[in-house]
């Protein structure tokens, strides 16, 4: 493959979770990524998201570096696992909270339930049910906190719009042009969890600015999170990349290809002799709708 000249100002990343061994939808994000920052003569990074250290697996990251080794990818050592840098979330909670865009949410998933089924219309989005805001301006909070009770920390998306204040927020997708950032759709997310002291939503936006990312190429089940990632970008000072949601691979029942399903992990193509090359030469194999 053709490298234009080093272009450091170009970084991109393949940002998985160990929760199961990687797919052909991984393997077709991966690929895109790494062989765009090849063409671009700039930097491909692996990251490993294992902030959920319940369902995250050790072995799970050695099949990582396994799956992605034997299809040819090269990544920067070291490589960042999330779950070693707590602190860097944390830090950017702090600056959050003294910012006055958040608040602790003790609220059960049963309290969330219960309210939702009880209110006449709750707004849906694209994760579910928007968060309905009871924990909003609660006026114990102070003293809940005071006595330990468990809590979560959301986003107050009103206070956080306010303060960001000026126009629409958009970003630039290359695969869908000028995206205006709706991220109402998400409502007041969750930034720390009541068990992990961050979430998705921060430590990936933390992330991609601390390593310098320009380029996010990921799939389209991640679009609607980018509507909430601008805004933090935004109150955190970040700047924020370029994106390129591409269209997910599908099997040939037209279902997305999911880490339960062992018959397509890597590890499986491998142990039944697939040649990987196969899959670099033809990318088109990969049968993705719109990369
Ligand atoms: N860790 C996420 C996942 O495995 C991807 C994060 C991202 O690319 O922004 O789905």
């Not at 929760?19 to 671009?40: M, N, P, V």
């Not at 319940?54 to 570096?65: E, N, P, Q």
């Not at 034997?70 to 003294?98: I, M």
């Given at each position: ?27 077709y994000?991966?690929?895109l ?37 034997w299809?040819?990818l ?7 696992r ?9 830090a ?37 049910p928007?968060?309905p ?9 102070e ?17 956080a ?21 709706t ?12 068990d992990t002291p ?79 090359a ?14």
């Amino acid at each position: 493959m053709a490298t234009n000249q080093a272009n450091n100002g170009f970084v991109t990343r393949f940002a998985p979770s160990p929760t199961g061994r990687l797919h052909k939808g991984h393997a077709y994000s991966a690929l895109l990524a790494f062989a765009r920052s090849r063409q671009e003569g700039g930097r491909f990074i692996l990251r490993i998201e294992d902030i959920d250290t319940t369902r995250c697996r050790g072995d799970f990251v050695d099949g990582i570096y396994e799956d992605l080794a034997w299809l040819g990818l090269t990544w920067e050592q070291p490589v960042r696992r999330q779950s070693e840098h707590f602190v860097d979330y944390e830090a950017a909670l702090e600056r959050l909270k003294a910012m006055g865009v958040v608040y602790p949410c003790f609220c059960t998933r049963k309290d969330i339930s219960r309210e939702i089924a009880a209110s006449e219309s709750a707004p849906h989005g694209p994760d579910g049910p928007i968060y309905p805001g009871i924990c909003k301006g609660r006026t114990d909070s102070e003293a809940l906190l005071a006595k330990g009770t468990p809590h979560a920390w959301r986003l107050d998306l009103e206070a956080a719009l306010k303060l960001i204040g000026g126009g629409p927020l958009v970003w630039q997708d290359e695969v869908k042009g000028k995206v205006i950032a709706t991220p109402e759709e998400l409502g007041d997310i969750v930034l720390a969890r009541k068990d992990t002291p961050t979430s998705y939503h921060l430590s990936v936006v933390v992330d991609d600015a601390l390593q310098g990312i320009t380029h996010i190429i990921r799939g389209e089940d991640l679009f609607h999170a980018t509507h909430i990632h601008v805004v933090l970008q935004k109150l955190l000072g970040y700047p924020t990349p370029l994106y390129h949601h591409h269209g997910l691979l599908l099997d040939e029942h037209g279902e997305r290809f999911a880490k339960r399903n062992k018959s397509v992990t890597l590890e499986s193509l491998r142990n039944d002799g697939t040649d990987p090359a196969t899959l670099l030469s033809h990318p088109s194999d990969f049968g993705c709708p719109n990369a």
